[in-house]
């Protein structure tokens, strides 16, 4: 029912962005120019597809801090079927698979309302609350 797949076409990159564009730009009012950054290319990708749908998609990358995983974006629909539950098993699964070294710290910034999600999955948060694009956020990171 729930795919996820590293993206390896630019076909399945724009409908990532897609998504980014749906969540972030029109329902979050996140600037386009704040939404998609000088990243993009050194990212590790992933789109979600439900029953076939394209629906959720995040990114992994490297940091001077670690690893750091961001850009997680669900449509409305889909939002409570497990698709960010996947994906993020999909990410953490890819980032121990490339991750040269057990010692780097994997961290996210978590908007509030998704902490208790990243909880479950080991997240813990460290650090005060902050704004990115006008929405408060805590740093998280997977506990060792």
Same mark, same amino acid.
């Given at each position: ?5 590293? #993206? ?10 897609? #998504? @980014? ?7 979050? /009012?996140? $600037?386009?120019? *704040? ?9 590790? !990708?992933?789109?979600?597809?439900? *029953?076939?749908? $394209? ?5 992994? @990358? ?13 449509? #409305? ?11 993020? *098993? ?7 698979? /490339?991750?040269?070294?057990? *010692? /780097?710290?994997?961290?996210? !910034? ?24 006008? #929405?408060? !956020? ?7």
């Amino acid at each position: 029912m729930i795919e996820v797949k590293k #993206i390896q076409t630019q076909e399945d990159l724009q409908k990532a962005f897609a #998504i @980014r564009k749906e969540v972030f730009v029109q329902e979050q /009012n996140v $600037p386009a120019s *704040e939404e998609y950054d000088q990243y993009e290319a050194e990212s590790k !990708h992933f789109l979600a597809f439900y *029953e076939g749908i $394209p629906c959720g998609t995040a990114r992994w @990358r490297f940091t001077e801090k670690g690893v750091k995983l961001e850009r997680f974006a669900v449509l #409305i629909p889909y939002r409570a079927k497990k698709v960010g539950k996947a994906i993020l *098993e999909k990410i953490l699964e890819d980032v121990q698979k /490339n991750s040269q070294s057990a *010692e /780097n710290m994997i961290y996210l !910034h978590a908007q509030v309302q998704v902490v208790g999600f990243y909880e479950k999955f080991g997240f813990e948060k460290f650090g005060e609350m902050f704004q990115e694009c006008k #929405i408060w !956020h805590y740093a998280m990171k997977l506990k060792k």
